[in-house]
């Protein structure tokens, strides 16, 4: 495994006497795409105010790049870039005008950076006129502009797709898969809704109440379920045997290993047993996590 | 540097900074056309010798009215001294506006609204950031909190430099179009003697006397918007502070600890022709107040916005 560019250790965070972060310990990789996932009031947004100097932890430590946050806050964050929440610009000046503002905030960001990364969010139309003008969509990606005009090593975004149509969010699931792979950025996505982001992450970290109770890596490959829909049913029972299965819409859901499924298929071909349709079945995240979080309460937790 | 190039881009990208300054220009027009306008022009030597004349005359008499009590003589024989003066050096009546007095006014003016203005900016130009949730965008860059907040408070300095600059400017301008060189000037009698004053002197000083005083109802006013995080109250008490602050001292003058207050040692009340408010006030008390307030606004400013979590 990678060095990891950051680490959070043993964070806590109370304000008012209330508990909102417990002991939190969570590293992050270069290359990786970490989902943040867990209920409205989770404690995500405060987490990750505290990962980027916007708020001090009670006790614990936050590392980024090898520095600590509270005694190097400036190297620390350097090599960060991040959204928290809603992107907030400067709605009096150009979108141009305020990437210049941050552009000033950084080492070595030069205007051809600017013009490039204006061109990558797709902006370049736009750019000049007064932010107050861009609709939610154009505010968001002005608002990757500049969280990714430095060239981090680390990016942070917190419940990105917030006001992204379904086009938007998979156009912009496809960007950040690319940055993740070709500049080895670690990014780290939160949001309260596992669907939109589980496409894209490679693992997940799940907060609730302040506490992390579960980080899995996601193996995409290893899906030991599929759907099969055929025309003689008593000939499939017959040949998949002790198997385990259950009827699902119009045919069964199989427990069976990939590599298992050309013998089937044969074997299904010999028997002259007509096969409509057959898939994997993912089994959704989303219902794990649900079942994980007590599902219908996971906006009413404290 | 370069954040300082943020905040003066930011400060001129709205309207507040605009509409300030250009009333401030507006003004000092308004008040030099007015004045022109409706001024008898005594543009000859004949016409100010004569206006000269009129009124030596008038204290001549006086002079010579017996009824008039000894202590008052005194005055008019100086006066008259200084309207022989007048009349010898070819110089406007003090009644009338001269490029001299009108300069003497605009200054005035110009740190007068100078004062205000920066109160405003110095109020918003932290809690604004807050209350648009810019702040955050910020605070996040590789910029420690004390240089940004320093970049915020140099840049209200030069806001109030420059805003004070151009009424100047704009004074010295108006007023050589309206009355060239015709000067009223400014006389002091020393030792039996006609003074004429420096001018360029006296404006040095009524800009010099004035600073300290601006400068800690700035920083008054950016502490307060650093704490309140609303830019309207902390404009509002500072404000309230900066013109109410002689109608406060005149009640609570009688009282020890009014002394120790900031606004009880404005350094103006020092300047030559004016006698302070509080008696036993001396102008090097007032100075190590004004330092001692100063330091503390700064201090408290500062450890506060150093401290506090940002949730905006
Ligand atoms: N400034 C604050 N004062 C008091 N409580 C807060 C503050 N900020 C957040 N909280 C509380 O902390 C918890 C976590 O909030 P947050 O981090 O915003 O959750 P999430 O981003 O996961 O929705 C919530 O219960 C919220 O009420
Ligand atoms: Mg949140």
Known sequence: ?302 | MRYIKNEWIKLWSQKTAWMLTIFLCLLVVGVGAVTKYYEKPLTTPEDRRNANQAELDNYQSLVNDPAIPEEELSFYREEILKLEYRIANDLLPASEMGFDTFMDMGLQMSLALGAMFMIVIAASILSKEFSTGTIKMLLTRPVARWKILLSKLVTVFIFGGFVIFIGAVLTAILGFLFWGSDTVGSLTIVNGAVVQENMTDSYMNLILYSIPSIILNTLLSFMLGAIFGSSTLAVGIALLIAFLSNTILYFIAKYEFAKYLWFANDIRQFMPGSTPVIEDLTLGFSMIVCIVYAIVFVVVTFLHFQKRDVTA
């Open chain 1, 1 to 302: 495994m990678k060095k990891p560019i950051v680490e959070i250790k043993n964070l806590n965070k109370s304000i008012k006497g209330k508990h909102i972060i417990k002991d939190l310990n969570l590293s992050f990789y270069p290359g990786q795409i970490t989902g943040f996932i867990g209920p409205n009031g989770a404690g995500k947004t405060t987490t990750i105010r505290m990962m980027t100097g916007l708020m001090y932890p009670t006790s614990g430590e936050i590392i980024i790049d090898g520095h600590s946050m509270k005694n190097h806050f400036e190297d620390a964050i350097r090599h960060v870039g991040v959204i928290v929440e809603n992107p907030e610009m400067y709605k009096y000046m150009s979108g141009y005008k305020n990437l210049q503002h941050f552009a000033r905030m950084h080492e070595g960001v030069t205007k051809e950076r600017i013009d490039e990364i204006v061109r990558q969010v797709g902006l370049e139309n736009r750019i000049h006129e007064k932010v107050k003008t861009y609709s939610l969509g154009m505010r968001q990606r002005l608002g990757l502009a500049q969280a990714l005009l430095h060239n981090p090593k680390f990016l942070i975004l917190d419940e990105p797709t917030n006001g992204l149509d379904p086009a938007g969010i998979r156009e912009f699931r496809f960007y950040l898969r690319k940055i993740a792979e070709e500049q080895d950025i670690s990014i780290i996505i939160s949001s309260h809704m596992l669907g939109e982001i589980e496409q894209i992450v490679d693992r997940i970290a799940i907060i609730q109440n302040g506490e992390l109770i579960d980080i899995r890596e996601l193996h995409q490959e290893t899906i030991s379920q599929y759907y099969i829909e055929v025309a003689q049913t008593d000939e499939l029972q017959a040949i998949i045997g002790e198997r385990p299965v259950k009827p699902y819409e119009k045919g069964f859901i199989i427990d069976i290993e990939k590599p298992e499924v050309p013998a089937l298929l044969r074997a299904l071909h010999e028997e002259n047993v007509d096969v409509f349709s057959i898939h994997p079945v993912q089994q959704r995240l989303e219902d794990q996590f649900i079942e994980m979080t007590g599902g219908g309460a996971i906006d009413a937790i404290h």
